[in-house]
């Protein structure tokens, strides 16, 4: 996720921190070089504009903290204007005091419409819901089809018919209320390209069950193309939000950054892969510290807390404690980081981890192999892997279906492993203290309902 941007961040905060002071000339040299990031990176010019702007006013001779080296309070403005210009406060969904809140989305044929609707659904049921999914998609050949399909996968029930799409939506909604769901998500036709029969079609379904929300799905790898198109519809519709899809495969990051100034609403959630379970809301001061290469302990933490056994966590946390952490302990884990999506977006959420390592794509067969490596091994080799000599080496091989060489590095990495474990549990503790006194204090995001 936005690996070219965080790349150059990365280039340019690596040659920053090696000056010991930093002049007019020197400010103007890393702003000129963060705009020609951003510009790569498609996001629109007007913010690049504003966000370099923005930077230069606090990147002052008097704005500079004695707290702080220079280097480090540069990068501190630039992470805090990057999280106001990405929305600056999570967004709120507020349910409607009379059930169901009706959600209605909308968006471009190939955005990932029909799969958000179902995405969201399951991310309602995690929040206690009880969601009915609304198939008002009769244009596009098997969409509703579809929409039934995810709906099993997630467990939602799906409401249509052979109508028009305006008569389905507002039987649907009917349907939810008859039945006792209290969220309707309403599945809308789209097209190739914006066209007046698009949002007139829209317009109507809009008016006819005056929804409480209005999300856009966008396409977060179209860039620039998925922030014009969001401008469009919000000219026609009012939106109250856009939920990014296929932000996993974006490696500039130009629509996530430019959408909330451009278009003027925020980012309400966003789809991290191909998994219905791959979906989340939007924080834009975790997403800016992922973009500046700072990881997101808190995601990964709330990530974990979804899908681990409790008792093996309790377990590994222990071990890695004593420092006695396994081979039998790793394995358990690999189980546990499995549920949490792809490895690689894992990594990339863990601070302090080597860019090598951040970025590396990690897969299911690799992650097979090292499984079957570690089931092949005795469970004395599994607690004391220094007993594992050459022959035994051979025999694990043959067990696993692997060369002598895969063994070897894996017995290297994994105590590099053990170190990353180590860190990632300190790291865990801070965010987890943090969170504990921002509960404490009472914070509350406010609404934008």
């Avoid at 349910?95 to 029909?114: E, F």
């Amino acid at each position: 996720m936005f690996e070219t941007l965080t790349d150059r961040f990365d280039e340019i905060f690596t040659r920053l921190k090696g000056r010991g002071r930093l002049g007019d000339a020197e400010v103007d040299e890393v702003l000129r070089e963060i705009r020609v990031a951003l510009l790569e990176g498609d996001v629109a010019l007007e913010v690049v504009r504003d966000l370099i702007e923005a930077l230069r006013a606090r990147c002052s001779g008097a704005e500079l903290s004695k707290s702080l080296t220079p280097a480090q309070q540069v990068i501190k403005v630039v992470n805090e204007e990057l999280t106001q210009t990405l929305g600056g406060e999570t967004f709120t969904l507020r349910y409607a005091s009379i059930p169901p809140t009706i959600v209605l989305l909308a968006g471009l044929q190939g955005s990932g419409k029909t799969t958000a609707a179902a995405k969201l659904a399951l991310w309602f049921k995690q929040q206690g819901r009880h969601p009915l999914l609304v198939g008002a998609d009769l244009q596009r050949p098997a969409a509703v089809e579809q929409l039934k399909v995810l709906g099993r996968e997630v467990g939602v029930a799906v409401f249509s018919e052979a109508s028009d799409p305006f008569s389905v939506a507002r039987r649907g909604v009917a349907e939810a209320v008859r039945v006792g769901r209290d969220v309707v998500i309403v599945d809308t036709a789209g097209r190739i390209t914006i066209d007046e029969p698009l949002m007139a079609e829209v317009r109507s379904i809009h008016d006819s069950i005056d929804p409480d929300y209005t999300f856009l799905v966008i396409d977060a790898m179209t860039g620039q193309d998925a922030v014009q198109t969001a401008r469009a519809f919000h000219l026609a519709l009012e939106l109250d939000g856009v939920i990014l899809s296929k932000i996993d495969g974006d490696a500039r990051g130009g629509a996530a950054i430019s959408v909330k100034s451009v278009v003027g609403r925020p980012i309400a959630f966003v789809s991290t892969g191909e998994r219905v379970g791959d979906f989340e809301s939007f924080h834009p001061d975790r997403m800016a510290s992922r973009i500046l290469g700072m990881g997101d302990v808190l995601s990964l933490i709330e990530r974990a807390e979804s899908v681990y056994d409790e008792e093996t966590a309790t377990a590994a946390m222990e071990s890695l404690r004593q420092g006695k952490f396994t081979f039998e302990d790793f394995l358990d884990q690999l189980q546990q980081m499995k549920k949490m999506g792809p490895l690689s977006s894992v990594l990339s959420m863990m601070p302090g981890l080597p860019k090598e390592m951040k970025n590396a794509k990690i897969e299911d067969r690799d992650v097979a192999r090292i499984e079957a490596i570690i089931r092949s091994m005795t469970p004395e080799e599994r607690v004391t892997p220094t007993l594992i000599d050459g022959s035994r080496r051979l025999r694990i091989s043959h067990g696993s279906g692997t060369s002598t060489t895969q063994i070897n590095n894996l017995l290297r990495q994994f105590k590099e492993m053990q170190k990353m474990m180590r860190s990632s549990v300190m790291a865990a503790g801070l965010a987890r203290a943090a969170k504990g006194r921002k509960k404490k204090g009472g914070r509350v995001t406010p609404s934008s309902k």
